[in-house]
């Protein structure tokens, strides 16, 4: 039982370049979530999705776009990578019973330490 | 917009003091969770506070809810090397997304 798998571990961009980070649970969650965290800023929500088959914006959704492939998968997606997306990114989940909006607590991944230089 | 605020951002404290992280929300919550990230780690979930005033212990871990569900704290007894990471608190709003601390980092003094 892996939990929640990320992909890659490591990635360095240039300016304009584009990447999907990958996500997979094998909880049998309902919502999956992207987070970014910076230095003193905790973690702040980009997309989420409550359910397979949606999509949401969470509070900074700017620069990228999200894909819930089934159940599994939630993908994340960078389509001109700028200086300002370096940063720390978390995939998460919940459920199964509950998902989002419920008292379910998040499994995180390991993350993927971004750079875009 | 419904903001968790968490202080302090980091603490010192010499192995065997204790140390709190405080959160205050702007508006009332219906639940708080609280998360420990260790460096170089991932958020790990440590305990859900749903009720008013509510008190809830992990051995050397005590986590508190306000009595007007706005502020809950996080106090560990007697630290060790083992506690050291960065302490989140998370807060369920009124629209059901989770609002974030900024965290506050417990670092261990040689």
């Known amino acids: 039982n892996a939990g929640v798998t990320q992909t890659p571990k490591f990635q360095v961009l240039k300016t304009g370049q584009s990447m999907t980070l990958q996500c997979a649970q094998d909880m049998n969650h309902n919502s999956m979530y992207w987070y970014r965290q910076d230095p003193g800023m905790g973690l702040r929500l980009i997309y989420y999705?409550?359910?397979?088959?949606?999509?949401d914006k969470g509070e900074v959704p700017n620069g990228y776009n999200v894909s819930r492939l089934n159940k599994r998968e939630f993908s994340l997606r960078l389509e001109s990578a700028a200086p300002s997306q370096t940063s720390v990114y978390f995939c998460?989940?919940?459920?199964?019973?509950?998902?989002?909006?419920?008292?379910?607590?998040?499994?995180f991944g390991n993350g993927t330490r971004l750079t875009v230089t | 917009g419904q903001q968790v605020m968490q202080i302090p951002q980091y603490q010192h404290v010499q192995e065997g003091e204790d140390f709190t992280t405080y959160c205050n929300s702007s508006t009332t919550l219906s639940n708080i969770q609280w998360y420990k990230q260790r460096p170089g780690g991932h958020p790990v979930f440590l305990i859900q506070?749903?009720?008013s005033g509510e008190v809830k212990k992990q051995k050397r871990l005590t986590f508190q809810f306000g009595e007007a569900k706005k502020n809950s704290s996080l106090h560990i007894t007697a630290t060790q090397t083992t506690d050291v990471g960065t302490y989140f608190c998370a807060g369920r709003g009124s629209n059901y997304q989770l609002i974030w601390g900024a965290g506050t980092k417990l670092i261990i003094k040689p």
């Open positions: 999705s409550a359910s397979e088959g949606t999509t």
């Open positions: 998460a989940s919940t459920g199964p019973s509950g998902g989002y909006g419920t008292n379910s607590p998040l499994h």
């Open positions: 506070l749903v009720k």
